[in-house]
Nanobody, 127 residues
Framework: QVQLVESGGGLVQAGGSLRLSCAAS????????MGWFRQAPGKEREFVSA????????RYADSVKGRFTISRDNAKNTLYLQMNSLKPEDTAVYYC????????????????????WGKGTLVTVSS
């Protein structure tokens, strides 16, 4: 049974930092491209960042570029999102997602392409 469990969310002041983690189990983690998505109240789920199987290909949404850093540790079956210079508009539930891909360099940035999802962790940024 595949499980993706996010952690690290919480309440932080604008300008602060948080580090999200996503622990994966029940799958061969290194065979999956991974991504972070978020959903703010009343809005659709949106792409935040994606990383390839090897970690060599990374993509960011323009809204987080330069502030967020995605990484993965295949030995620990864990995905990370370091979030710095947080803004109130970053407030959302953050989800990690996984999809099996045959190529080490492929990333997926559309929520419709992802296969497994975690239940999310809430990030609240106060002004």
């Amino acid at each position: 049974q595949v499980q993706l469990v996010e952690s690290g969310g919480g309440l932080v002041q604008a300008g602060g930092s948080l580090r999200l983690s996503c622990a994966a189990s029940g799958l061969t983690f290194s065979s999956y491209a991974m991504g972070w998505f978020r959903q703010a109240p009343g809005k659709e789920r949106e792409f935040v960042s994606a990383i390839s199987r090897s970690g060599g290909t990374i993509r960011y949404a323009d809204s987080v570029k330069g502030r967020f850093t995605i990484s993965r540790d295949n030995a620990k079956n864990t995905l990370y999102l370091q979030m710095n210079s947080l803004k109130p508009e970053d407030t959302a539930v953050y989800y990690c997602a996984a999809v099996a891909v045959p190529n080490y360099t492929v990333v997926r940035t559309s929520a419709r392409d992802m296969y497994y999802w975690g239940k999310g962790t809430l990030v609240t940024v106060s002004s």
